[in-house]
């Protein structure tokens, strides 16, 4: 088990950025595959990006390709979700969560954060 902490959330106009971050606990964070969700007012979590143990893997939804990037400092134990040219549409909670593999479903992850909201502006 390991605890997830997010932050780096906050408000931003159509086309800014952000970079969240999420820190674990525990000495044994780069045998976690990270992935990054959210969840959106009255829709169901949904998968954004997700990064191997050894960062050297990852992959991104459709709506964020291209704009959002998913890495990894596992001296840190932490990983990160830099965010750019920012939409309305990518307005949500943002959750990070640990697996012991690679997977898009959120059933999958058996560790979460408690969120950071993202609010974009038009």
């Known amino acids: 088990q390991v605890q997830l902490v997010e932050s780096g959330g906050g408000s931003v106009q159509t086309g800014g950025s952000l970079r969240l971050s999420c820190t674990a606990s525990?000495?044994?964070?780069?045998?976690?595959?990270m992935g990054w969700f959210r969840q959106a007012p009255r829709k169901e979590r949904e998968f954004v990006a997700f990064?191997?143990?050894?960062?050297?893997?990852?992959y991104y939804a459709d709506s964020v390709k291209g704009r959002f990037t998913i890495s990894r400092d596992n001296a840190k134990n932490t990983v990160y979700l830099q965010m750019n040219s920012l939409k309305p549409e990518d307005t949500a909670v943002y959750y990070c969560a640990a697996s012991s593999f690679m997977s898009t479903s959120s059933a999958d992850y058996n560790d979460w954060g408690q969120g950071t909201q993202v609010t974009v502006s038009s």
């Open positions: 990064i191997s143990g050894s960062g050297g893997r990852t």
């Open positions: 525990g000495r044994t964070f780069s045998r976690y595959d």
